[in-house]
Every structure is written in C-alpha cells, then in structure tokens.
Nanobody, 121 residues
C-alpha cells in the first residue's frame, strides 16, 4: 500500500505562486510515475503534470510555461511549483502515484486526500 501526504495548498492572488508537495510512504516495490491532477467544482478531474522516475515530464497545455513539476526519487516526493496563477487554476489538487506494490504485481493508482488551491483577488 502507498500513502500520499500532500501539503502546500492555499489562497493566492492572480499572478502569485504556490508550491505543492506530495510524499509517498508505505510498502511498495517502485513508483514509476507521480503527478498532479485537479478538479474544479462541477468539472471532471484533469491531469496537470506528471513526472517519471526516469526524468520524463508531461504537462497539460493549460499550465505549460507556468507550472513546473519535479521529483526527488530518493525521497519518493513530487513537487509542483505553480506560477502566474489564474483564477481558473482554482481547484482541489490531488497527488497521484502509479506504483507497483510488489515485484510481481501489476501497477495500481494511489491518490492523496487533495489540497485546495484558490486564486482570487
């Protein structure tokens, strides 16, 4: 099992910055990918950014150039540096880990509890 603990959400004015962190703990073989998703009220959950253990990164078009995802493999932690924030970035942000619980098992998706990000003047 993988537990994900998120931190760093909050309220900020448009144009401001926030940094989210997510640390994975528990029993697992390896975590090939970690990332961030978000869900705004009345909308479906959507991908924000992902980072693989091999150093590949993927971003939603809406955040390219404004958000940066990074990962510390030794700490099983993923970060999301968010800049030039807009009101439309307001959402609950969820950390995701795609992990192999054991060497022989298939992968499974694990989710954090979510952290609120509010961008408003």
């Amino acid at each position: 099992q993988v537990q994900l603990v998120e931190s760093g959400g909050g309220s900020v004015q448009p144009g401001g910055s926030l940094r989210l962190s997510c640390a994975a703990s528990g029993s697992f073989f390896r975590i090939p990918a970690m990332g961030w998703y978000r869900q705004a009220p009345g909308k479906q959950r959507e991908l924000v950014a992902t980072a693989t253990s091999g150093g590949s990164f993927n971003y939603a078009d809406s955040v390219k150039g404004r958000f940066t995802i990074s990962r510390d493999n030794a700490k099983n932690t993923v970060y999301l540096q968010m800049g030039s924030l807009k009101p439309e970035d307001t959402a609950v942000y969820y950390c995701n880990a795609r992990a192999y619980p054991t060497m022989t098992s298939t992968f499974a998706d694990y989710w954090g509890q979510g952290t609120q990000v509010t961008v408003s003047s």
